[in-house]
């Protein structure tokens, strides 16, 4: 059987981002398996914080998305990141059920799995520092990085990705958050001087796919997208691996250099962001939250 409509498909990231490249190994592999799929684009065509709520309505059908954009309907997805599993360990202790469950009930969409698993964020600054100790500086995040910036005494700031180049230049920040990816997608890492190791928390991009599209497709489709998903978190893993190693070269090479704490000072540096990232989504979701931190033994 094929599907006689196509499902429309639609990205947080610009096609082309680095951020995409675990969703489309997954869409490549079902478009194969006779899936008729449209791609509707990126930011460009739905902004970031309204696609969800296109998803939920129907207006696309599968999405990839970070959590961090839908927080205020479904604050438990923040675990996403902070989850320090593989996607094969998440399924194994519940949380991928669970996860599922949830976006099921709040959000109208099945949480099908991860497109960026084990890449983690990192700090990039124009500072060099010894210690995790950001007291005062203005530093440019998103959501994903707010709790470990603010519990290190940054002054956070919120720009446009495309304003944060200006304003490293003009020295407006002294550096921002993002992945150990996609840093030169808007030319980032030609204002950058040094990036911190270790990363911390995990990129929190998911497969989503509109449950009332879902309960339409006969369970032989939904066994082939979910287990094709299962295949490519895989095959995201080893990709991401490659990709990180390539870009942490590309990065040295613009003369980017590496801030790496000493053992006590990394471990402390690691402390403060999973035990500020876990207040914050406790505070969030002080019901269920609690579980969720069990689920991924997440004892940090």
Known sequence: MIFSN?????????KNAALNDGFWLFYDRIKREGIKLKYVGGPETIPP???????????????????????SQLPEADA???STLDPEQERSCGFYDYMNKLHKERVNACYLGRNAPLVTHHLYLNIEITEPDLEGLPIRVTGAQSALV??????????????????????????????AIGVSDLKWDEATKYVIDPGFYQVDAITLIN??????????????????MRETEKLAVNHYRQKIAETRQQMRKKGIKEITFSPEMAEKYLNIAYSSGWDQMLNAAPQLGPKIKELLRGDR
């Open 6 to 14: 196509k499902l429309k498909v639609a990205t947080a990231w610009g």
């Open 49 to 71: 914080f309204e696609l969800l709520q296109a998803l939920k309505t129907g207006r696309v059908d599968i999405v990839n998305i970070p959590t961090a954009y839908y927080l």
């Open 80 to 82: 996403l990141k902070l």
């Open 150 to 179: 603010e519990a290190l005494g940054a002054a956070t700031v919120t720009t446009a990705p495309g304003e944060l180049y200006t304003a490293l230049k003009m020295g407006i920040v002294s550096g921002y958050g993002w992945p």
């Open 211 to 228: 449950l009332d599209t879902w309960n339409q497709l006969t369970s032989e489709r939904q066994k082939l997208l979910a287990e094709t």
